[in-house]
């Protein structure tokens, strides 16, 4: 009588915890370089290693030999190739884990109504000047961000660091304010700086109707932690990134929903 070995098959629960932390980040990642042109690099790379591991098998020498020399500085070749994508993800790790993120804590230990009614303060003369600038056409990006990284900013900016105003707003984008190209970064409730050229985004999915402005406030979203509002000055319509993803034609109801759970 034959006795199979099915010791393989016992698993623990920590076995499943692995499985499971393994698929969340491989989602994570797909999320990450869904759309972009990363997600073409890393099917290069993937066919690049099965090809190693097939002319390998084949002991084709000379060629194996070529390929696993991409294989051996696999890891870094990553790193460096998808430079901006590892940022996002530990980026999107850290933020998780910050305490102060946590709305739940947050509300625990200093009141849900309090807080709510002074974000409304803060964000009301935003939603305001959105609402001119939509029936102004005039067109707008205004970044927000927790943590204010000089060094991103700083190097492409007029640096303001002025009180949050709907008329302070309205006047920087005006089209002929000297500060108006560009995007307005607010971080630590001021408007930090002005003018601020941004990385853009290298999706290729978008609406073909999005121009720079749309694609920078996609792409400052891509590499920092950090959400925009679009203004366009085409049809008025307003539209928030975060996280690499827009949502497009917002109302003011929902803008400030999203401002109130971001900003
Ligand atoms: N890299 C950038 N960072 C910040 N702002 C930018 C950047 N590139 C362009 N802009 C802004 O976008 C404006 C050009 O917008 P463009 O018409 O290309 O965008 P759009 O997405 O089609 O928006 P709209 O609907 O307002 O026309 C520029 O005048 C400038 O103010």
């Not at 690049?48 to 194996?64: Q, S, W």
């Not at 990284?149 to 900016?157: A, P, R």
């Not at 000297?178 to 290729?204: M, Q, R, Y």
């Amino acid at each position: 009588m034959h006795s199979f070995d099915l010791s393989f098959l016992k698993f623990g629960v920590f076995d499943i915890l692995d499985v499971l932390i393994v698929a969340f980040i491989i989602y994570q990642l797909y999320n990450l370089i869904r759309g972009t042109i990363a997600a073409n690099i890393f099917i290069g790379l993937i066919t690049i290693y099965l090809l190693y591991r097939v002319v390998n098998a084949l002991e084709m020498r000379l060629l194996a030999g070529i390929l696993g020399k991409f294989a051996e500085v696999g890891i870094i070749a990553v790193i460096i190739v998808f430079q901006q994508e590892v940022r996002r993800f530990l980026l999107l790790v850290g933020k998780n884990a910050s305490l102060q993120r946590n709305k739940a804590w947050w509300k625990y230990f200093f009141g849900k109504d309090d807080a709510e009614k002074n974000n409304y303060a803060r964000i009301k003369p935003i939603i305001d000047a959105c609402k001119t600038m939509k029936q102004s056409r005039t067109g707008a990006l205004i970044v927000f961000t927790k943590y204010y990284d000089e060094q991103f900013y700083q190097n492409s900016c007029e640096v303001l660091d002025a009180k949050i105003s709907k008329r302070m707003l309205e006047s920087i984008f005006q089209k002929n304010s000297p500060l108006h190209d560009g995007a307005v970064v607010i971080s630590e409730n001021k408007i930090k700086s002005a003018s601020c050229i941004l990385p853009v985004t290298e999706k290729s999915d978008l609406p073909a109707q999005y121009g720079l402005r749309h694609r920078a406030g996609i792409g400052v979203t891509e590499a920092n932690d950090a959400t925009a509002i679009i203004v366009s000055e085409e049809t008025g319509e307003i539209s928030y990134a975060k996280q690499g993803r827009i949502k497009m034609d917002l109302s003011f109801a929902e803008l400030e929903k999203l401002l109130n759970k971001d900003f």
